[in-house]
């Protein structure tokens, strides 16, 4: 008697990869659904009943937002639109109160260029936002990212938008092995065939959603992910591999010393940093250089008192360097004058002053041990 042995199934093809339109209709699709309600944005229900983003509002976020989450740029950005609700009167404003008000978003060199930009376009176009990418890139602060968001977004010029989110998705969407910089610009030439040319802005802002909320760099939802049927990295079953990084470099340390002086009638003393480099133009407490060295011996104090060295030490975290700052009370009498390029802030006014977070810091840890109250506004 004959046996007939079963044959083995052969293996399954993978299903062919959606194609550029299937994608973008696919993300669309979703994100008319759960895209974020954000105060600068025009949701698809909004841009159906003839609604345009302001290119203004739309600038004034991709600034913001650089190296910055949306819940920390909310009230910053709520702020900014009320007092300067549009391009003009920010151009207007005094270039201290626009630092001011940017105190504590940090990498302060945007709020320059965004002073800088605004007045630009006051100036040399009419207040009116140029509308392509190239002509946006040429204006003061708006780099290749920026300049392509503004341009898809609040004018629909079909181009590829790549902030983190977007490079995250899209390098996982094609398992794009290079590390930055090759990986970035494979990135844009994968991107760039699924622009849809109806609707660009709403496409980059569905990526930017998508990698927010779904394509997370920690364990991305991807059964719940609408590009999941043809993402090569979900198939290799290893999508948090994408993108490739180099490996981080130790973050160098340098020292400091800041000297907060408290008179007792309730105010200390600041000055203001030079208007070029790191915080450049914020107000500060005195201090020395930032050096890779702790400061050595005996420091003089801005002005006389009675001063201490505070047992603690304030670290501050930038981006390319971790800063460790020793912190100087000093008790001044009231009435003392401040010296030159210096004024007494009051403390219930302090906030006023702008002090970037690494001062607010040095000053907290100085009222702690003085035993004031943390500095707020009346």
């Known amino acids: 008697m004959r046996t007939s042995l079963a044959q083995p199934a052969p293996p399954?093809?993978?299903?062919?990869?959606?194609?550029?339109?299937?994608?973008?209709?696919?993300?669309?699709?979703?994100?008319?659904?759960?895209?974020?309600?954000?105060?600068?944005?025009?949701?698809?229900?909004?841009?159906?009943?003839?609604?345009?983003?302001?290119?203004?509002?739309?600038?004034?976020?991709?600034?913001?937002?650089?190296?910055?989450?949306?819940?920390?740029?909310?009230?910053?950005?709520?702020?900014?639109?009320?007092?300067?609700?549009?391009?003009?009167?920010?151009?207007?404003?005094?270039?201290?109160?626009?630092?001011?008000?940017?105190?504590?978003?940090?990498?302060?060199?945007?709020?320059?260029?965004?002073?800088?930009?605004?007045?630009?376009?006051?100036?040399?176009?009419?207040?009116?936002?140029?509308?392509?990418?190239?002509?946006?890139a040429r204006l003061p602060g708006i780099g290749a990212y920026t300049s392509a968001a503004i341009a898809a977004i609040a004018f629909d010029e079909a181009v590829a938008v790549v902030d983190g989110n977007v490079e995250r998705v899209v390098a996982r969407l094609f398992a794009v092995a290079a590390p930055p910089p090759a990986g970035k610009e494979a990135v844009r030439a994968a991107l760039a065939p699924l622009v849809p040319a109806d609707r660009p802005g709403e496409f980059a802002e569905a990526l930017m959603d998508l990698g927010a909320t779904i394509c997370t760099p920690k364990r991305p939802a991807c059964a719940l992910c609408p590009l999941g049927r043809g993402c090569r990295a979900r198939a290799e079953g290893a999508p948090e591999t994408y993108p490739v990084r180099e490996a981080k470099r130790p973050r160098p340390v340098r020292h400091g010393a800041a000297f907060v002086a408290l008179r007792a009638d309730g105010a200390v003393l600041l000055t203001r940093r030079p208007p070029r480099g790191l915080l450049g133009g914020m107000a500060e407490v005195p201090g020395t250089e930032w050096r890779e060295a702790p400061p050595a011996g005996w420091l003089e104090p801005p002005l006389p008192g009675s001063w201490s060295r505070l047992p603690t030490t304030v670290t501050h975290t930038f981006t390319h360097f971790e800063l460790r700052l020793t912190v100087h009370l000093g008790r001044i009498t009231a009435g003392t004058p401040a010296p030159a390029s210096h004024w007494w802030a009051p403390l219930d006014r302090l906030q006023a002053a702008g002090l970037p977070s690494v001062m607010r810091k040095a000053v907290e840890a100085a009222l702690a041990a003085d035993g004031a109250a943390a500095p707020r506004d009346a």
């Not at 696919?26 to 229900?45: C, I, M, N, S, T």
């Not at 609604?51 to 910055?68: A, F, G, I, K, N």
């Not at 007092?83 to 709020?111: H, K, T």
Request: aromatic share 10%.
């Open 12 to 136: 399954r093809k993978p299903p062919p990869a959606p194609s550029p339109a299937e994608t973008a209709e696919a993300l669309l699709a979703w994100y008319e659904r759960h895209g974020r309600v954000l105060p600068w944005r025009v949701g698809p229900a909004e841009r159906r009943r003839g609604m345009r983003p302001e290119s203004y509002r739309v600038w004034l976020s991709e600034v913001m937002l650089q190296q910055t989450t949306v819940k920390a740029v909310l009230p910053y950005f709520a702020a900014f639109t009320r007092r300067w609700p549009d391009v003009a009167a920010l151009a207007s404003a005094p270039e201290n109160d626009v630092m001011a008000a940017w105190a504590g978003l940090g990498y302060y060199s945007r709020a320059r260029n965004l002073i800088a930009c605004a007045r630009t376009i006051a100036a040399e176009h009419g207040g009116v936002f140029p509308h392509s990418a190239a002509a946006l």
